[in-house]
């Protein structure tokens, strides 16, 4: 493969950690939550991990799902499943109930590796969803445990060479399951070659120096922790270090002790180190820029963090669908910094109306996405054909966010399409909720909208018409989403109304007429001794 005149030398993310780990050996190159470790170490653990799940029956095509928080097993997993020519599936460590048992149920996966504290959540098992016989966890294994956990040591016991596997740029290589652009979360299928084309688009966004190190505080099952705190160092041969979970009070004390110059906090976390009590220590760091993910945060917080930290931002836009992080970006010195990318770079993009017609300047519509590098993009939703088709129609990556492009060409993010929210760093589909909620008893009818989170993106609402006859409790129905979705979905705010707004033609609801309505008497999960609520007319 060539990439902008220069032959990019791997077709594999394995073939990259392989690459870096002879170049290394034993040299410290990683730091996995305070574990230093190398390439190499990294390279010889995925193989026997690899080994061990091709003894096992895994083999090129198969999934291959994690379900845990950052750490060192989750990139042996991916290394390893990489080397077999499997497909790694990183489930969202906040699964549970119903959400985990559609996600595991659409994945199918060969294998699936868990913590002690998912491995929790597999029992009693729905039986129509199968679940692998070859299944592993990261921590001991009680005696008698009945849910067949086999303990992850047992993967890394046994030497051996994984078999030999040709695996090309355009395979598969990463299942995302992620909001998607319409209906319920789906698994976004992704080509090797596009975190290796996530590593080069970092280098080029960073302008990356032989002295930088990384620090990365975002979740290894997303886009935003693999490519930014791995594929991007390991592309552009600098250090990492990886966090297990972001912590506002201990974020500069580990980019100090890291060494780190890149950093990656982003949407809410930025507001949140901004709200930490000032202090000299502020600017004793040695980072010099961070990722600019921060279109839904109050607008004083940007500068904010600019100005206070001493550093720089590259502002971006970034998809799953569309290859990850840093599909389009605006570099500190370029003509516009604030916006969300520049024009003609590695991907092209348009604003357009509902019928895909190019909107004026300066006018809001839906951002599209073209590549302008093969294997950059997402290949399909896993199975979901017509998901994919109605994505990609017209020959756009159609990504239901909302932008604008102004005179010299750049984009600006402005937010999400009504039927998506952004809560803590993720998305939402207003949908599924909807769908959990409406079967509550009691609960004749449910909408969902996003209202603003105090610290920046949203809060879940729900709007509900009861049963005639029927009262049912603000608390009963957040208890009741609460043991079925990920806690980030589960709704802060309930308002009953006796009547949803809809359109006069379609019948749809009138999510914006729900937006509009002030939150002023809505239930509210976190305040205590919150009053109920009257019904809307």
């Excluded at 040591?153 to 030999?164: F, M, R, Y």
């Excluded at 600006?412 to 909620?437: D, I, K, M, P, T």
């Excluded at 006069?504 to 239930?523: D, M, Q, Y």
Aim: with cysteine.
């Amino acid at each position: 493969m060539h990439l902008a005149g220069e032959e990019v030398p791997w077709e594999s993310v394995h073939a990259l950690l392989r690459a870096r780990a002879r170049q290394h050996g034993d040299a410290p190159r990683v730091d996995v939550a305070g574990t230093v470790t190398s390439w190499a170490e990294i390279d010889r653990l995925s193989d026997r991990v690899a080994a061990a799940l091709a003894r096992r029956g895994v083999g090129t095509g198969d999934r291959v799902c994690s379900l845990m928080d950052g750490r060192i097993e989750q990139l042996l997993v991916w290394f390893g499943a990489s080397k077999l020519g499997a497909v790694w599936v990183p489930l969202n460590a906040a699964l549970l109930g119903d959400d985990l048992v559609h996600t595991i149920g659409d994945a199918a996966p060969a294998a699936l590796v868990v913590e002690e504290a998912t491995a929790r959540r597999f029992d009693g098992w729905p039986a129509e969803v199968a679940l692998p016989a070859a299944r592993f966890t990261t921590d001991p294994v009680e005696e008698g445990d009945e849910r067949g956990f086999a303990p992850f040591a047992d993967l890394l016991a046994e030497k051996g060479e994984p078999p030999d596997c040709a695996v090309r740029p355009s395979d598969p290589g990463v299942i995302i399951y992620t909001g998607g652009t319409t209906g319920r979360p789906k698994g976004v299928v992704l080509p090797h070659f596009a975190f290796i084309m996530a590593g080069y688009r970092y280098r080029d966004a960073f302008d990356v120096r032989p002295d930088d190190r990384q620090y990365s505080v975002l979740p290894l099952f997303h886009v935003g922790g693999t490519m930014l705190g791995v594929m991007g160092p390991l592309v552009a041969d600098i250090p990492t270090a990886l966090e297990r979970r972001f912590s506002a009070t201990r974020f500069w004390e580990r980019a100090r002790a890291t060494g780190a110059t890149l950093i990656d906090p982003v949407g809410t976390m930025v507001t949140v180190l901004c709200q930490q009590p000032e202090g000299p220590g502020d600017r004793d760091h040695r980072v010099r820029a961070s990722v600019g993910c921060t279109g839904q945060v109050p607008p004083w917080v940007p500068e904010t963090f600019r100005r206070r930290f001493g550093l720089s931002m590259v502002n971006l836009y970034s998809l799953t669908e569309g290859g990850g992080v840093l599909i389009t970006y605006a570099k500190p010195d370029s003509a516009r910094p604030e916006a969300n990318g520049a024009p003609g770079v590695w991907a092209d993009f348009r604003v357009v109306d509902e019928w895909d017609q190019e909107k004026p300047v300066g006018e809001v519509g839906q951002i599209l996405l073209r590549p302008r590098v093969p294997y950059s993009f997402m290949l399909r939703y896993h199975n979901a054909l017509e998901r994919t088709l109605e994505c990609w129609s017209n020959f756009w990556l159609h990504t239901g966010d909302l932008g604008r492009i102004d005179e010299a060409g750049f984009l600006h993010f402005v937010g999400r399409q009504a039927h998506w929210l952004r809560c803590r760093g993720e998305n939402v589909s207003a949908y599924e909720v909807e769908a959990v909620a409406s079967a509550c008893p009691g609960v004749a009818e449910a909408a969902v909208v996003g209202v603003p989170a105090p610290l920046g993106e949203e809060d879940v609402k729900l709007f509900v018409v009861p049963v005639e006859g029927e009262t049912p409790g603000p608390q009963a129905i957040v208890d009741w989403c609460a043991a079925r979705l990920a806690r980030f979905k589960v709704p802060r705010y309930v308002e009953f109304v006796s009547i949803l707004p809809r359109s006069a033609t379609k019948r749809e609801i009138e999510r914006h007429t729900l937006r509009n309505w002030s939150n002023v008497g809505a239930w509210d999960s976190r305040a205590q001794g919150s009053e109920q609520g009257a019904a809307r007319g």
